[in-house]
């Protein structure tokens, strides 16, 4: 059965950027770029043009180099921010201009300080300009996640006449759980007229820790586009995690949906741009923390030892990493022990694994981890009777 493409919109280089302290040079951008466009990605978000000559000159130059993935630039609903979008994207072999307007009653009252007319009128005027530069012109209604319902189908409608190819439906503020961000994705599915003629995409933020939950939650009920960043940076709490929903598609294929990204890239993505940034990767974070392959417990490292699927639903090897990683602590049993201990060169028998796993334990309570060298001093510390076996 041929499975349904989600196509990855990796906005790394604009809304991750945005993180403080995250600020990437021209050439950081270029190689970040071209990593992207070799992972697979279906469109990379360069920059926001009018913000900075800086941010100019990065989108146009990665315009110049990127060879198949989409290149996209940013700007308000505003004339002049999309002009210099344009002149940004002049190289791109696929150019997109992504521009929009708060569409929530926060944003029109509070932000915008006009009325829902008024938004239609400048959403339309927007798409429309941006469609006399560029074919591909992607809409977002800011703060859709908080939007009624029946006014967003509206403005919706709206830029689908005036020539949207893409419609972006933003969590802007991370406030929508998994259920009602899907039913929102489905209740224009089934309300603007139009709609089957354009793609549906999420941008979800992560404020409450549910960024990736409901990206997956709008694919499910009909978004094709899953808007996100490597390791999941971005404003405030990140965005969603490119990783996770790559993942997440890849290890259930009764969703019937996948992209084309090449997942054995992952973890050296994660790490260029960590590095790139300045931006740790929590040890724990999905798929590409430190830890997302480790295992210290006792019980589980046994059953990884006998059978790796026991406590891992993925491959290492399919994310990039070498193999799952026994860590030895005080909670790790002899299986673990009898197993690093081989990987160094020891073939315990059982009773000399007995007499070494009392020592472990003290030398384990004093240690956060036994490493490799650790092993040889416990082993020479229990000065066993006869010959170690070597394997």
Do not use: W
């Not at 009653?105 to 005027?125: F, G, M, Q």
């Not at 908080?146 to 403005?155: G, I, P, S």
């Not at 259920?179 to 709609?195: M, P, Q, S």
């Not at 929903?245 to 997942?263: E, F, R």
């Amino acid at each position: 059965m041929n499975r349904e493409k989600v196509q990855i919109f990796d906005t790394t280089l604009r809304d991750g950027e945005q993180v403080p302290g995250c600020k990437l040079d021209t050439h950081q951008k270029l190689v970040i770029a071209t990593r992207l466009d070799e992972m697979g990605v279906d469109i990379i978000e360069a920059g926001f043009p009018v913000s900075s000559p800086g941010d100019f000159l990065s989108v146009s130059e990665i315009s110049k180099i990127v060879k198949n993935a989409t290149v996209c630039g940013l700007t308000r609903a505003v004339k002049n921010d999309i002009d210099v979008a344009a002149a940004a994207l002049k190289y791109a072999k696929k150019p997109r201009i992504h521009t929009g307007i708060g569409t929530s009653n926060s944003h029109i009252i509070h932000k915008l300080n006009t009325t829902r007319e008024d938004i239609i009128v400048r959403a339309k005027y927007a798409v429309s300009y941006a469609k006399s530069y560029v074919e591909d012109v992607e809409f977002y209604a800011e703060d859709a996640g908080r939007t009624e319902n029946d006014f967003l189908a509206r403005v919706c409608e709206e830029v689908i006449k005036s020539g949207a190819t893409v419609l972006n439906i933003p969590d802007t503020t991370g406030y929508c759980l998994p259920d009602e961000y899907g039913a929102k994705i489905k209740y224009l599915k089934e309300n603007v007229k139009g709609i089957e003629n354009v793609i549906i995409s999420c941008h979800c933020h992560n404020d409450l820790g549910m960024a990736t939950a409901n990206s997956i939650a709008g694919a499910i009920n009909g978004a094709r586009q899953i808007e996100c960043t490597i390791n999941g940076i971005g404003e405030r709490a990140g965005n969603t995690a490119l990783e996770e929903v790559v993942m997440i598609l890849k290890q259930h294929p009764y969703l019937n949906l996948d992209t084309n990204i090449n997942t054995r890239q992952l973890n050296e993505m994660s790490r260029l741009v960590s590095e790139s940034m300045g931006m740790m990767v929590q040890p724990n974070k999905a798929i590409v923390g430190a830890n997302a392959f480790s295992h210290s417990s006792g019980i589980h490292q046994d059953g990884v030892i006998k059978n790796r699927e026991t406590y891992e639903i993925m491959d290492p090897l399919e994310v990039g990493v070498t193999e799952s990683s026994i860590i030895l602590t005080a909670r790790s049993g002899r299986a673990a022990l009898a197993y690093r201990a081989k990987k160094v060169g020891y073939e315990l028998t059982k009773v000399q694994l007995d007499i070494v796993y009392v020592e472990f334990l003290k030398f384990a309570d004093i240690k956060k981890e036994v490493l490799d060298n650790d092993i040889h001093q416990i082993i020479e510390a229990c000065k066993i009777e006869g010959d170690l076996i070597r394997s």
